[in-house]
């Protein structure tokens, strides 16, 4: 602060001294020509930040392959104006035309194991059906023909021999109970002796008439066993093959189950089909929206490696961008972000179309400041309200942000207007005489400052001495002065 006050301080004498020598050099009086002269008038003052940047198109789309191989054709270059869905290039389609080939050889045989699948599951339950009712069918007749055997063999002779038995096992039991009485009433010596002997005689022949009877009846069945068992083997047998049969059932429900299975390979051979049409499809790039090619990466014959890789991330094949908008992004000095908002004005011109000044809004100030290499600052994008085909991405740009302005206000050039330590003074030339008065300002702009007091519409000011030999104020230097440091400075009030 004191190094500026001493600045101003040594600016004002010199100034001072430069008077005094041009009023009391040899010709006496002041030369007209050493003085340069401004008229206070209305009109208007802006302040403005000025920050530089670069343009930008909308959007940028790097534009891949998702197919790797040769590049066959290449449709466009660089400037070239595509709509979505236009021919971008295409890429040697031999592999990716193998692949779906044998993809639509397995489809077709997928599709064949499913129409043999459906027609055993649909043949399926009548054959079983029948297989079941055939052999019921034979377990039927090997009963019935047991059942005549076993009905039909030697009744009478059965019937007797079994008579005859039972009735020898009958009399051998009375035969034993006697007996047993006998001996108990010939130990009490009720009975003679000779009543013993009698009894155990009797018991005797009922027990040889038992066995023959028993011999009887074995006979009689060891000639009818075979014929029996033959018949009872058969029935064994048409039961186990209606077993057989009645489990042979479940082939219904495997039959269905290979249906089932044979229709997911379709479906595995249909995925594979489509995922090869799209992978052929893929060999054919196009824009995937309007846009300008605004950059070429590869050329004819160049081999790209596939997009879809997570490793390489695929080959760019062009740089397509969207101007039907665009934006100056430009980077924003920290302390003067607070003075700029979304939506305000900007002025925007473009080193490579001198003299000419485009109009913009800003859309976004980025929440996050940036600092590289000790300067902070923070991103702001501009929207150009109409966009010319003169702007092509890349460019620089200046942005001149309105950030206060007066309208209809007395004002003078701002190289017009003293200021020491606070006090701000003009100097008039009265009756041959520069005499200092001092003002009160208002707002003071890029290039005007505002006057609230101390001088009137049409007063005469001096706005520069030119000594003799020297040279008009330069202009860039003004310009220098209000675009020093990373984004700019502003200068209001004093």
Known sequence: MKRRTLVIVVAVILLASAVVWCLIRPGGGTNPNAVQTVTVERGTVALTVSADGVLRPLTTVAVKSYAGGGVDVLA????????????????????????????????????????????????????????????????????????????????????????????????????????????????KGFVAESELDAAVNRRD??????????????????????????????????????????????????????????????????????????????????????????????????????GRSSVTQGTDIVLLGDLTEMFVEVSLDEADVGLVKAGQPAGITVDAIPGERFEGRIKRVDPQAVTEQNVTTVLVTVKVDAPDARLKPGMTASCDFLVR?????????????????????????????????????GLVGDEWTEIRGGLAEGDVVVSAINVAGSAPPDRALERGRRMGGAGGFIREGG
Not at 117 to 142: C, F, H, K, M
Not at 274 to 279: C, F, H, I
Not at 415 to 430: F, I, K, M, P, T
């Open 405 to 441: 302005s007066v309208e209809d206000v007395l004002r003078l050039p701002n190289r017009a207007v003293q200021r020491d330590r606070g006090e701000q003074s003009v100097l008039v030339q009265r009756d041959g005489e520069l005499t200092q008065i001092p003002l009160e300002v």
């Open 205 to 306: 022949l009922a027990k040889a008439e038992l066995e023959s009877a028993q011999e009887q009846w074995d006979t009689l069945e060891g000639q009818l066993k075979p014929d029996l068992e033959s018949a009872e083997a058969r029935v064994a047998q048409a039961a186990a093959a209606l077993d057989r049969a009645r489990v042979d059932a479940v082939q219904d429900r495997l039959k269905e189950a290979d249906v089932a299975s044979a229709k997911a390979q379709v479906a595995r051979a249909q995925a594979q089909v489509d995922n090869a049409r799209t992978m052929l499809e893929y060999t054919t790039i196009t824009a995937p929206r309007n846009g300008v090619i605004l950059q070429k990466y590869v050329e004819e014959g160049t081999i790209v490696t596939s």
């Open 76 to 187: 466009v270059e660089v400037g070239d104006e595509v709509k979505a869905g236009q021919l971008i290039a295409k890429i040697d389609p031999t592999d990716t035309l193998t692949t779906y080939d044998q993809a639509i050889a397995d489809l077709t045989t997928a599709q064949a194991r499913l129409g043999q699948a459906l027609d055993q599951a649909r043949v399926q339950p009548a054959l079983t059906a029948a297989s079941i009712a055939q052999a019921e069918a034979g377990y039927n007749a090997t009963a019935k023909d047991l059942q005549r055997l076993q009905d039909a063999a030697h009744p009478q002779a059965r019937a007797q021999a079994r008579a005859g038995l039972d009735k020898a096992k009958a009399n051998l039991d009375v035969a034993e109970k006697e007996l047993a009485r006998t001996r108990e009433l010939e130990g």
